[in-house]
């Protein structure tokens, strides 16, 4: 059992920049695959970002890439979303996820297996 903790999250304005926290409790945390996935109000829960355990290997969101940097630090059970020059498109709920069973799919929601409470993001315009 994992328990994650989103935090970090706030308003802020067009080009600033946010770094979201998610603490995880036990001490497997390097055993899983970590995510980050948002939420916007009226659609689906999208994929932003993940990175392997080891934190050797990430994938991002095209609508991201080259502006979100994701992160781990297994020694503080943490993993770090560095969000920059933030859009109001990018205003969400962000949730971070862990996977076990390897790093693929990465995409797919429905393959993680535990997940935050989530922490609003807005950004306004």
């Known amino acids: 059992q994992v328990q994650l903790v989103e935090s970090g999250g706030g308003l802020v304005q067009a080009g600033d920049s946010l770094r979201l926290s998610c603490a995880a409790s036990?001490?497997?945390?390097?055993?899983?695959?970590m995510g980050w996935f948002r939420q916007a109000p009226g659609k689906e829960r999208e994929f932003v970002a993940a990175i392997s355990r080891s934190g050797g290997n990430t994938n991002y969101a095209d609508s991201v890439k080259g502006r979100f940097t994701i992160s781990r630090d297994n020694a503080k059970n943490t993993v770090y979303l560095q969000m920059n020059s933030l859009k109001p498109e990018d205003t969400a709920v962000y949730y971070c996820?862990?996977?076990?069973?390897?790093?693929?799919?990465?995409?797919?929601?429905?393959?993680?297996?535990?997940w935050g409470q989530g922490t609003q993001v807005t950004v306004s315009s």
């Open positions: 996820a862990a996977k076990s069973g390897g790093y693929y799919p990465f995409r797919e929601s429905a393959r993680y297996d535990y």
């Open positions: 036990g001490r497997t945390f390097s055993s899983y695959a």
